[in-house]
């Protein structure tokens, strides 16, 4: 697997969950991630978006990851999902080479 693969699938994994995490606050369900869980998570996907970005300058590319205790929520939202077959995402998003 090349590394835009590994992004494209990386996002993809970080939308799906805050989809989910939206979906369940829509509902008046608990939801999975806090504020600050969330800005976390999405300076990941701008720095992961910055990775993949032909039009930057190397010193503008980014680079951040999550804290590891998001990363494990992250990961066990996914497996939720995965376990009760959520598909509220259209996966052809990340497909899409116009980033």
Excluded at 12 to 23: A, G, M, P, T
Excluded at 33 to 46: A, Y
Aim: glycine share 6%.
């Amino acid at each position: 697997m090349n590394d835009k693969t590994q992004i494209y699938n990386r996002l993809e994994d970080l939308h799906i969950v805050l989809s989910f995490c939206s979906e369940g606050q829509f509902l008046g369900k608990i939801f999975v991630f806090t504020v600050l869980e969330r800005v976390c998570i999405n300076q990941e996907r701008g720095s992961l978006l910055s990775q993949i970005n032909n039009d930057n300058f190397p010193h503008e590319i980014r680079s951040y990851t999550i804290p590891a205790n998001i990363e494990a929520k992250v990961k066990i939202t996914i497996e939720k999902i995965q376990a009760t077959s959520w598909g509220g995402f259209n996966q052809n998003f990340f497909n899409n080479e116009s980033y």
